[in-house]
């Protein structure tokens, strides 16, 4: 069965510091790999993916198949970016969506 | 576009009695999925329904079912509530069937069994 681990609950910086949220992923075949994010008092929207290799608010993760990890990175962080980020994957058959289980950024002035 | 829509947006509800849970997609979206968010188990999918059909389903007991409308809107129903199905309940659509799709969320629905 397909699973996403989140290793940290919470992730504290402070503002100009580069971010790096974990997000490792076990699968056998060929996932599709997401980031959803939920700012405060917003609803959880799609951050970026990475068949589309774009960077988004800054953002960039790449897919690493050798190490099963899809990290999100960010050089600079703003104290826009705190927020609930959810790691997410799709297996072959694109069908549901299994999330990870949540980091908590929060960015400190 | 007007975004997802969820009703009732919070709810109580006493063991043993059941519930319906309504979600109008965005319009032109004919995918709606259904999501539980816990504490203890984060979220977890439900069900997927295209064209009226239920697509997909995760493992949840058959207490929970749902269903879509021709026009896409969507319910889904826990029959004997129990304490453990407190949680919150999203909704999110997509213009064609599939997690890989952008997915849109609702607000959710806050069920709190007692």
């Known amino acids: 069965a397909q699973r996403v681990t989140q290793p940290e609950k919470l992730l504290s910086v402070f503002k100009g510091a580069p971010v790096e949220l974990k997000c490792n992923y076990s699968y056998s075949g060929s996932p599709e790999l997401f980031w959803y994010v939920q700012y405060s008092r917003q609803r959880l929207q799609l951050l970026l993916r990475?068949?589309s290799r774009e960077s988004i608010k800054g953002f960039t993760a790449d897919l690493n198949k050798g190490e099963t990890s899809f990290h999100l990175k960010k050089p600079f962080a703003q104290e826009e970016d705190s927020a609930m980020y959810y790691c997410a994957l799709t297996d072959t058959g694109r069908r549901a969506l299994t999330f990870g289980s949540g980091t908590r950024l929060q960015v400190q002035p | 576009k007007a975004g997802v829509t969820q009703t009732p947006r919070y709810l109580i509800k006493t063991r043993g009695q059941q519930v319906t849970l309504s979600c109008s997609p965005i319009?032109?979206?004919?995918?709606v999925s259904w999501y539980q968010q816990t504490p203890g188990q984060g979220l977890q999918f439900l069900f997927e329904?295209?064209?009226?059909?239920?697509?997909n389903k995760g493992n949840f007991p058959g207490r929970f079912s749902g269903r879509q409308f021709s026009n896409s809107r969507s319910e889904m129903n826990v029959s004997t509530l129990e304490l453990g199905d407190s949680a919150l309940y999203l909704c999110?659509?997509?213009?064609?069937?599939?997690?890989?799709?952008?997915?849109?969320f609702g607000p959710g629905t806050r069920l709190t069994v007692t």
């Open positions: 319009s032109g979206h004919r995918s």
């Open positions: 999110a659509s997509s213009l064609r069937q599939g997690g890989n799709y952008e997915q849109y």
């Open positions: 990475h068949i």
């Open positions: 329904y295209f064209s009226e059909t239920q697509r």
